[in-house]
């Protein structure tokens, strides 16, 4: 087994031979307890990204390596044990009856032994705060349910990477705000990777790196505190920066200095406090 990461070696990828490359020649890599976030307009390539990943797709140039494992059709079921994906939509995912089913079909694909899955399914439902609903029928479930519900099925298999895709984008803010305080509790109970695929600036904020991507190349990478600080570029390629971002840029044209670009409300308030002490 190599190093726990997944590297994108120059890859580039279309849906058919006698279409456009969707993706061109794209590299990056995501290490050890890393929270990636991948922006970038309708189009650009993201789910692409993510289905390339976890081998759902292959590309035509390039390499994908996982764990030092090159994904293939031949690598791809050890590569899903490491690589777990959560969809836009909850009602999609749901194969079983009950959520205890649910969750224990990932497993059950795995072959793994039943005391070990009875323990994982327990353990997985505890992780996301679902422990109660184990009898429950999972289309009854609201929509931030099901989600945890398909984050323990994928936590069950014990992956090292989890992908994201849009999977807060169907929830209410109160639901999108409760999945990624499990998803970040997870992430560092678990010391997992995780990947999320998002258009919630919000969540991108949560991120330790993000990538923004742009007609299927990669167009900048960064901290979240760094890329949002570019805010001419990206409003180039037509996308928005956090509320409380555009906030600090209006209160710097009215001559208040500012230490750093603000992720949130908390770490503004704190900068306008010490700019205010020093006045
Ligand atoms: N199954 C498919 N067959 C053909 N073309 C596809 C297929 N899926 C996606 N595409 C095309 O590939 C390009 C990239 O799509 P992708 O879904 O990766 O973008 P995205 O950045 O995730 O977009 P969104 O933000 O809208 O989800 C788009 O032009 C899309 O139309």
């Known amino acids: 087994m190599g190093e726990r990461q997944v590297e994108f070696r120059h890859v580039s990828f279309k849906y058919q031979e006698d279409m456009p490359w969707v993706l061109k020649d794209v590299s990056f ?5 890393e929270w990636v976030a991948i922006i970038g307009h309708n189009g650009s390539g993201k789910s692409t990204i993510a289905k390339l990943m976890n081998g759902l797709l292959f590309p035509q140039e390039g390499e994908i390596i996982v764990d030092g494992m090159k994904v293939t059709p031949e690598t791809v079921w050890e590569v899903r044990k490491q690589v ?33 899955m009875v323990e994982r399914i327990k353990e997985s439902l505890e992780a996301v705060r679902m422990e109660a609903y184990e009898r429950h029928e999972p289309h009854r479930l609201s929509g931030g349910q099901k989600q945890r519900i398909a984050i323990a ?9 989890i992908i994201l895709d849009e999977a807060t984008a169907m929830l209410d803010p109160k639901g999108r705000k409760e999945i990624m305080k499990t998803v970040s509790d997870v992430q560092q109970e678990r010391d997992l990777s995780l990947v999320t695929i998002t258009h919630d600036l919000q969540e991108v904020t949560l991120a330790s790196r993000v990538i923004v991507m742009n007609g299927g190349e990669v167009w900048m990478e960064g901290t979240p505190r760094d890329v949002f600080s570019r805010k ?25 200095s500012l230490s750093r670009e603000p992720l949130n409300h908390q770490e503004l308030l704190e900068d306008l406090c010490t700019s205010r002490l020093n006045m």
């Open 29 to 33: 890599t995501i290490g050890p307890d």
């Open 84 to 116: 777990g994906m959560v969809f836009q939509n909850p009602d999609n995912q749901f194969v079983g009856t009950t959520v205890r089913d649910d969750v224990a079909f990932g497993m059950e694909n795995h072959g793994m032994p039943r005391e070990l």
């Open 153 to 161: 099925s994928v936590l069950a298999v014990s992956p090292e990477f």
């Open 232 to 256: 001419e570029q990206l409003t180039e390629i037509g996308l928005d920066t956090p509320f409380v971002s555009k906030m600090a840029d209006h209160l710097k044209e009215e001559g208040l």
